[in-house]
Each structure stands twice: as structure tokens, then as C-alpha cells.
């Protein structure tokens, strides 16, 4: 418990600053009367409790009353003494008034422009910072900054990971109505467990590795390593060079990079088989109950963000390719609501997914049409499409590419393209072979990224070989009496996505420079770096991998000690997927440092010691082979899908 002498000593801290702060406001009554437009009388003063020290003194941070219903806020420095003198009024020295109260926006008048010590303050303030050789040492750039609704405001846009999402009532009661009718409860598990392993061969089977780039150009030290290179440098080929030099040209480098991206998708595709997925009326039903509430849960977060962080945004219309059940209209209906979005277009080959999908949305009021194929519409421009779940079942990466350019054709001038896959590797290498498309096909104020990437550069993941770019989403299964999806004791299940949001037009970092110049908080939110795994909470400080522009993948060092500028109270609710708003403090250039040999051979010691224990006492005393031990090992990822 806090001692009598604590409590007593905290609350004669907090009354001497609060006696402070009025003293303050009463000296520089005059010069805030004089710049209030309103010409309304102040009739109060009341400080927030915040002050911010300096190298030069003290910010106060007070909310003044100018009217019966009407507040501003305002910034007061006090300098130090030993900075220099500021003007005295009346033999009393008058602090500096560095913010005017015109709704909280500072507004520089007459008598605070005139003193010197004003100008000097503002000299340094011109960089946010009196810096001591710091990175962490910056002031807030201006008083709305400190307002409490406006901190929420930045705090609600940087945390954009729900952690769990709950189906929507209406949906949720279709959905246990359907399964109650339709019956053969364990007849309808046995199926989806079995679709479900056809998909996870297909996804989950594929291991992380290098993908190419067009940012990364062909090296030089390996031109000449082949023989053809070494012949196409003699000197018979000198006359070719000249004749044709668009053979030699090093620009051919993004054509070189297609090449590679082309290849590793055929190579990776080949390895798989390929087929067509034919829904029965059972796989239509098993499919509902076992993917809905998922792909509802992933779509609604998605969409969500993009509501949040895209406030001019208010789509009319949708259309959904791919859309089985129609989880993404479901969600998109949720987030903007039924009276916003009137007209729906599903495209869906099959008849009885088209029959679930039309079962699921009969209730809204939008006008849906559902049509098996995409036919061309030149005049019929889209708000927003969504490709949820769909590109592995396409055949070959020229069909995904062809999809996505006609696609996009389809939106109108700032409409949103959502592209949602599994959270494998496999799902990861598709979304990055289609932001790569945007990047070497398209102009770059054409096109920019609103989510997850903070930036239209290289993407850091794709060149590690090891990581690769994805979130997870939890979501409150279905009764276990009406489907049992697994374990009983679980009632929440966590599932994994990769995803692109592409929005046409011109972005926030193709207009402005930095997060400063953006002049609402809802387009700082593009600037700012996102968490790209779950954040390590240790005793006393933070780490958080995040990727920042303009395409590092870094790891910050939040500690407690540090002002509250550092953001450690926010990193101790920061999510995985979550933005980082406050200043960076980088521990390590390269996030993830991964294991050395060393450590891997003491790991690998133990895992056989516990494979040996978990045999038995018996198989135990007989010992383990070599070649069993690695058996067990191949087969451990092939089950598991690592």
C-alpha cells in the first residue's frame, strides 16, 4: 500500500502545479485576450494536468474557457533562468505564449511574435525538437497534438488489430439453423476435415524462400559469370551492341525480375497438383460451416481498417470474385452499413455455393446479382472488389496476374482493391508477385498501398528467405453441439492471412514529404511503420519488429525509462498488426537475427533427448539412431505444414 508520507507528498507536487499554472495564466491574460477572435471574456482558467520539461524550461498545457460552452487549449512556456531573460511586465517576469486558442490550432499574434525570446523558441521548435543528440528527445508538434481527443484519435488509428471478432447475430443463427436442418452433423465434419486437408496441400506444404524484386537490380559480380556473358563482352559482339542495344540495356533488369518472378511461381505451382474444386451440396454446407466465420472474421478487419483510415471513402457498390458464401459482402455490409452500399455483384461458378451465398445475404436490402463469370462492363465502375481465397485455385501465375489487371480496370478513380490469402508462404508469394505487378506496371501516383505496407518500395520479408508477411485474427467458433470444428475446450480459434489493400489515385506519401506535413491524423497513419510480429513484452521495456519506409524490417526498443514520448504504455497493448505512431528508437537493423549453428546443434541435442523420453523407458535404454531421429524430423514439418 502507498504511504500516508507518498500520498501527501504526491498531492503538495500536484497543488504547488497547479498554482503554478494559474499563476502563469493570470500574467498572460492580456496577450491571450488579445488574440482571442471571439472577443469573448475569459472567464477561466483550467489547467490539464500535463507539463512536458525541457532543456530550457517548462511547457504548461492549459484549457481555457471563452465562452459558456466553449474551450481552446493553450501552450505556456516558462523558460529557466539561466536561458536568458524574457520581457518583465510590471517588475514580473511574463512567460512566453506559444499558441494562440482558435480551436487548439496555434495562431501567432502580435504581442507573442514580438518578444525575441518567442522568435528564439520558435527557431528551435521549427523542428519539433531541442535536441540533447537524442532521437527520443522531441516535443508534440502543435497543442491539438496534446489534446486528449486528439491522442485517442491517433491511438484508435494506430491500433488496427481486433483480437477477436464475433459473427454477426443474424449470420450465426442462419448459419446454426442451416447445420440443425441439413443433419448428418458427423457426415458433414468428415467432409470438411477432408476439403480442408485438399486445401492445406495445396498452401501450407511450401517453404519460405527469396523472392525477386524489381527494386533489386542484376549484380554486377555475376555478369561475367556465365560463358555466354563472357563471349557477349569479346569483341565480335561490339557491332551488335551498337545495332541493338536494347539487348544490353540494364534496364532490362524488371524484365529480368518478371522473368524470375514467373518462374518461381510455375516452379512452386508444379511441385503441387493442381486442381478444380466441384462443391456437392454436402461441400457447400461443410464449407460453410467450417470457413465462414473465418473468412467473415478476417474480411470484417480488413475492411474495418480501411474504413478507419480511409475517411473519404464510401463505396456504393461492390463486386466480389470468388464469393461462396459471400463472407466479404457480409462484412462489407457491416462496416458501411446496408443504406451506403446498394448495388452487389458476386461472381461464383458454382450452384450450390451460389445457392449458400444467396441463403446467407437474403435478408439484406441491397440489390445483389449473382452471375457465374465476369463479363465486360465498360461503363459500370466499382467502389470496391474484393479476391478473398481465390488465387489458389487459379491455374498458373500469367491467369492470377490477367484476374487482377482486369480487375482493376473495374474500380473507379478512388476505389479500393482488397486481396485476401492464407497466411502461408504460398499465400504471402501471391500477394508479393501482385504488389510487384503494381509496382513495375503501373505509374506511381496511379496506385498506393493503404495496408499492411507503409511504403510502395522492396518488400524487406521477401528477400530474408525465411519470413514472410502475415497476421492472425481470433474468431468465436460455432457451438460445438451444432459443429465440432476440434477441441471442445477451445471456443476461439486463430486464423492466419496475408492480405493487400491497393487504392487507385494519388496517396498521403506521394503528396506529402513526412508525417508532419499531413494535415489530419487519418493520412499521418501512412507514414507510420507496422508490427509484423506479436511484440516481446519483457520486464521493463518493449521490442517490436516492425517494417518501415522505405523497406527496412527493423526491431524497436521501447523502455520504461524513457520519456513518454517513447510510446511504452502503448507498447504494452500494441497487437501484431498493430501501427507504430511514436518515434523510433532502432535496436537492431535486422530484426529477426536467426539462430547460429551453434545453438541449433545444443537444440537439436535436447530434441532428441526429449524424442528418446517421449519413446519410452524401453526404446530408451536401446537408444536412438541417427537415421531415425532424422526421419522424424522430415516428418514433423510435412505434418504440420511449418
Excluded at 349 to 355: E, G, T
Amino acid at each position: 500500500m502507498t504511504s500516508m508520507r507518498t500520498m501527501c507528498g504526491g498531492l503538495g507536487e500536484a497543488m504547488a502545479a497547479d498554482d503554478t499554472v494559474r499563476s502563469l495564466c493570470n500574467k498572460v491574460r492580456p496577450a491571450i485576450e488579445q488574440s482571442n477572435k471571439s472577443n469573448a471574456a475569459l472567464s477561466e482558467f483550467e489547467p490539464i494536468s500535463y507539463r512536458s520539461q525541457v532543456v530550457a524550461g517548462t511547457n504548461y498545457f492549459v484549457k481555457i474557457k471563452v465562452g459558456p460552452d466553449a474551450y481552446a487549449h493553450a501552450r505556456i512556456f516558462q523558460p529557466l533562468p539561466c536561458y536568458g531573460s524574457t520581457p518583465e511586465l510590471g517588475g514580473v517576469q511574463l512567460p512566453c505564449l506559444l499558441g494562440g486558442i482558435d480551436g487548439g490550432v496555434e495562431a501567432e499574434d502580435e504581442s507573442a511574435s514580438s518578444n525575441p525570446y518567442v522568435q528564439w523558441f520558435q527557431l528551435h521548435m521549427n523542428n519539433e525538437a531541442i535536441t540533447r543528440g537524442f532521437k527520443f528527445d522531441r516535443h508534440f508538434g502543435s497543442p491539438s497534438e496534446l489534446d486528449p481527443l486528439y491522442v485517442v484519435e491517433l491511438d484508435n488509428l494506430a491500433m488496427c488489430t481486433q483480437k477477436t471478432n464475433f459473427l454477426n447475430p443474424l449470420l450465426r443463427a442462419k448459419i446454426i439453423r442451416l447445420l440443425r436442418d441439413f443433419g448428418n452433423k458427423k457426415d458433414v465434419e468428415r467432409y470438411a476435415r477432408y476439403v480442408m486437408q485438399r486445401q492445406r496441400s495445396r498452401s501450407s506444404t511450401e517453404l519460405p524462400r527469396v523472392l525477386s524484386s524489381a527494386f533489386l537490380p542484376e549484380k554486377e559480380e555475376d555478369k561475367d559469370k556465365t560463358r555466354l556473358d563472357r563471349i557477349t563482352k569479346g569483341q565480335h559482339f561490339q557491332e551488335l551492341k551498337h545495332t541493338m542495344p536494347e539487348l544490353f540495356d540494364p534496364e532490362r533488369s524488371q524484365e529480368i525480375s518478371e522473368l524470375q518472378r514467373l518462374s518461381i511461381a510455375h516452379a512452386e505451382d508444379s511441385r503441387h497438383r493442381l486442381y478444380q474444386q466441384f462443391y456437392s451440396p454436402e461441400a457447400a454446407v461443410a464449407y460453410l460451416a467450417h470457413r465462414f466465420s473465418p473468412a467473415y472474421a478476417v474480411n470484417f478487419r480488413v475492411l474495418h481498417e480501411v474504413m478507419k483510415r480511409c475517411p473519404d471513402f464510401k463505396p456504393t457498390s461492390i463486386l466480389d470474385y470468388g464469393s461462396g458464401p459471400a463472407p466479404s459482402v457480409c462484412a462489407a455490409m457491416d462496416v458501411w452499413g446496408q443504406r451506403l452500399i446498394k448495388q452487389v455483384t458476386c461472381i461464383e461458378p458454382s450452384v450450390h455455393m451460389k445457392q449458400m451465398g444467396k441463403y446467407m445475404l437474403s435478408d439484406f436490402s441491397a440489390h445483389v446479382e449473382w452471375s457465374s463469370q465476369l463479363y465486360d462492363s465498360k461503363n459500370q465502375r466499382q467502389g470496391i472488389i474484393t479476391i478473398s481465397y481465390v488465387l489458389m485455385h487459379l491455374k498458373g501465375q500469367e491467369a492470377r496476374d490477367l484476374l487482377v489487371r482486369n480487375l482493376w480496370n473495374r474500380l473507379e478513380d478512388g476505389g479500393v482493391l482488397v486481396v485476401i490469402e492464407a497466411g502461408t508462404p504460398t499465400g504471402f508469394r501471391f500477394i508479393h508477385h501482385i504488389r510487384e505487378l503494381f509496382i513495375m506496371q503501373l505509374p506511381p501516383k496511379a496506385f498506393h498501398f493503404v495496408a499492411p505496407c507503409p511504403h510502395e518500395s522492396m518488400c524487406p520479408l521477401a528477400t530474408t528467405g525465411r519470413d514472410w508477411c502475415h497476421f492472425h485474427q481470433g474468431v468465436k467458433r460455432l457451438p460445438h453441439y451444432v459443429y465440432n470444428k476440434g477441441s471442445q475446450a477451445r471456443h476461439v480459434e486463430w486464423d492466419k492471412f496475408s492480405f493487400l489493400v491497393v487504392r487507385k489515385g494519388v496517396g498521403p506519401r506521394q503528396k506529402y514529404d513526412k508525417e508532419e506535413d499531413a494535415p489530419t491524423a487519418a493520412e499521418k497513419s501512412y507514414f507510420w511503420p507496422r508490427l509484423l510480429m506479436p511484440p516481446i513484452k519483457a520486464g521493463g521495456h518493449t521490442l517490436v519488429d516492425a517494417c518501415s519506409a522505405p523497406n527496412n524490417f527493423e526491431r524497436l526498443s521501447v523502455s520504461k525509462a524513457k520519456p513518454h514520448t517513447m510510446g511504452y504504455r502503448f507498447s504494452r497493448k500494441v497487437m501484431w498488426g498493430d501501427l507504430w505512431r511514436f518515434p523510433k528508437r532502432v535496436n537492431r537493423r535486422n530484426a529477426r537475427e536467426y539462430v547460429p549453428e551453434e545453438t541449433k546443434r545444443h537444440l537439436e541435442r535436447l530434441a532428441k533427448k526429449a524424442y528418446e523420453n517421449i519413446r519410452g523407458k524401453k526404446d530408451h535404454e536401446k537408444g536412438t539412431t541417427k537415421e531415425e531421429f532424422k526421419d522424424e524430423k522430415q516428418e514433423e514439418p510435412l505434418h504440420y505444414g511449418k
